[in-house]
């Protein structure tokens, strides 16, 4: 490892206050200095513990903030006070050392010892104490490895069931041999299916130097700064709260300082088979009617003791709940412009103003918020509000063209004024995502042909601004947040197992079994109908007649049959509607996750047509709720409680 020196420190220390707006040198940019150095010591000890620089670096610019490019308050670039104590201390351990010069040991342990500094406070909430941190850098060698990196080469097999759903790269490989380090082997068993996000989930089983057998986990591999997220959520949200055999999150996870993926593992109960299974996967051996039960009799018990029935009353404006699950109200490719006069984009949002713009017109928008950086693409996605909850993540506008190399943006902070064109707009891309599904109707027309006893529905393209705006009392508890059939495992005598934890949050307690409910539609009810519109419309009508017995009496069994799950988790709904029979607010749910499945390129295209159809009977069936004299109930003289059907 080559020796670092403190002008070399200093060089990258500047060039992030600079880039900062601070123009001092603060604690926080020495450190930052430290970790941009390649082969650095401070490099080195942080991605041991599976962390990467650019998230550490990340966190650090958010809790201190940027400061305004246009007031600098004194000459020079100085030293803060308390850098200037570190600076102190560092020079005092490296006369103890003998070394002429302060050097990146020195200086990583003064900031370390002075206690009290950002790059401390923040490491410490990402699990790294200053304790742990001191005993590393105390056993640190000459040379840093990751312990990875000291293991003979890692074999990996596959066992005879495995279909990779997506492709299994280099990266795939590398982040095993992060996470199995000590093994002599793995085996990766199968490939989970049924997600809708470009992560990897796999069922690994590690292989000992004698050919024994350790217990299967379940492996999710993604790129970094999801992994890095999911794990701190899983210790704010989720580890406190799970029933006590369930899938836990084993060690810290894995990064590469070569690539932008990550992994971590989940230990797991396997099934009388040895390894795990996802619900899309046991479902052959449940049945439909099997299924059902165990969502309502298992699932929901199991998880819902300390989730989903822990519910609180909770108003709340649709936006704040599930615009983000829509494409970016804009994309924008940036500019400088600093015309005053531009239209601009500002809370409280006017989305009647944003209707009107079209492509190449000039906007600026005001006081957004980073959500999400991504610096191979030079480009950023803003946020209306603070913070990483879903309420705060309403509007993105994602932007275009950036400098990243040049400019320092990074999550949480917040955007006082930028300029751009307009690339897309939300409509737009609804519009083109339909328009691959190569509708049998006019995509632009407010009405598209209905189900079986409605004669049309309303188009959710042009309803779903109304919906946005519309008010809900509903009930508020921990969430999953991406609750599909991937994401539930089943394990020994069928118990339920939850993993994934990235979305989860405490959130409108529907909105998990909205999404349970389309993706039940896609992968187990879409294969039995069919892949054209007219099958979806045919799923959907049946679906609509078991609210009336008069209604799906007539129908045969084998069509009913694999609806029987998502009447399953319409008697859960039935359970948490926060007013007794008001399903508006389980429609406004439907509504909504159904419109965005239906641009989910990772879905079946039979899939997305079903669930752009779903969206468009909860539309048509909120739209019913609102006339003089309607009720919002299902069980009037000729409905019944969707238990009579599993």
């Known amino acids: 490892m080559a020796d670092v020196t403190l002008r070399d420190i200093l060089i990258n220390a500047r060039q992030e206050s600079f880039r900062m707006h601070h123009y001092f040198l603060g604690v926080e940019h020495l450190f930052i200095g430290m970790l941009e150095i390649q082969g650095g010591l401070t490099r080195s000890l942080i991605e041991s513990y599976g962390l990467t620089t650019e998230y550490v670096i990340d966190a650090i610019r958010r809790k201190t903030g940027k400061g305004t490019a246009t007031q600098r308050m004194f000459a020079g670039m100085p030293y803060t006070p308390r850098a200037d104590m570190v600076m102190s ?141 999911e794990a701190q959520r899983y210790e704010a949200h989720v580890k406190s709260t799970l029933p006590p055999l369930t899938a836990r999150l084993e060690d810290k996870p894995a990064a590469s300082e070569t690539t ?146 040049q400019d320092a943006h990074f999550r949480g902070e917040v955007i006082e004024r930028l300029t751009g064109r307009v690339w897309k707009t939300r409509d737009e891309m609804l519009l083109m995502a339909l328009t691959e599904l190569v509708p049998d109707f006019d995509p632009h027309a407010l009405t598209i042909p209905g189900v079986a006893g409605i004669s049309s529905l309303p188009n959710p393209l042009s309803a779903y601004p109304d919906l946005l705006d519309r008010y809900v009392n509903g009930s508020l508890s921990k969430i999953h947040g991406d609750l599909h059939l991937g994401n539930i495992l089943v394990g020994h005598n069928h118990s339920a197992f939850l993993i994934d934890f990235a979305q989860t949050r405490s959130g409108h307690v529907l909105f998990d079994w909205a999404c349970l409910e389309i993706s039940l539609l896609d992968q187990i009810a879409m294969p039995e109908f069919g892949d054209d519109w007219a099958a979806a419309r045919q799923a959907i009508g049946i679906l609509a007649a078991t609210r009336h017995p008069s209604a ?11 609806i029987l799950p998502i009447a399953a988790v319409r008697d859960v709904v039935n359970d948490c509607l926060t007013k007794d029979g008001d399903w508006s607010e389980y429609f406004i749910a439907v509504a909504l996750c159904g419109l965005r499945a239906a641009t989910w390129d990772t879905m079946s295209p039979r899939g997305r047509r079903a669930a752009f159809i779903l969206s468009a009977y909860a539309v048509h069936e909120l739209s019913q709720r609102q006339k003089p004299g309607s009720a919002d109930t299902f069980t009037n003289d000729d409905e019944t409680d969707a238990g009579d059907l599993v």
Request: charged share 25%.
């Open 89 to 229: 201390i560092a020079n005092d351990l490296s006369l103890e050392a003998k070394r002429s010069e302060i050097g990146e040991r020195e200086l990583f342990e003064a900031i370390l010892e002075e206690n009290d500094n950002i790059p401390v406070r923040v490491l410490a909430r990402l699990g790294l104490t200053s304790t742990a941190l001191r005993e590393a850098l105390t056993n640190s060698t000459a040379k840093i490895k990751n312990p990875a990196q000291l293991q003979p080469l890692l074999e990996v097999d596959f066992g005879a069931d495995f279909q990779p759903v997506t492709p299994f790269s280099d990266d795939h490989y590398f982040i095993l041999r992060r996470l199995f380090h000590g093994y002599s082997r793995v085996r990766v068993d199968r490939q989970l299916t049924g997600g809708y996000s470009a992560s990897s989930v796999l069922a690994v089983t590690p292989i000992n130097g004698d050919s024994t057998q350790d217990s299967p986990v379940v492996v999710k591999i993604d790129h970094a700064d999801t992994i890095l997220d």
């Open 260 to 405: 932008d993926m990550a992994g971590l593992k989940y230990t797991f109960i396997a099934d009388s088979n040895g390894t795990p299974q996802d619900l899309s996967i046991a479902a052959a051996e449940m049945g439909y009617e099997g299924v059902g039960k165990w969502i309502k009799h298992e699932l929901y018990p199991t998880f819902g003791k300390t989730w989903w029935m822990q519910r609180r009353p909770y108003r709340f404006q649709v936006w704040t709940e599930y615009d983000w699950l829509l494409p970016p109200l804009l994309t924008l490719e940036y500019t400088a412009d600093n015309d005053a006069n531009i239209p601009t984009i500002k809370d409280p949002i006017r989305r009647d103003k944003i209707k009107a713009l079209e492509y190449g017109d000039p906007v600026a928008i005001e006081n957004f918020t980073v959500h999400r950086v991504h610096r191979d693409k030079n480009s950023m996605v803003l946020t209306i509000g603070r913070g990483s909850e879903a309420a705060k993540r309403a509007y993105k506008i994602e932007v275009r063209g950036l400098n990243l190399a």
């Open 552 to 562: 799906a009496a007539v129908l045969p069994r084998d069509q009913i049959a694999p």
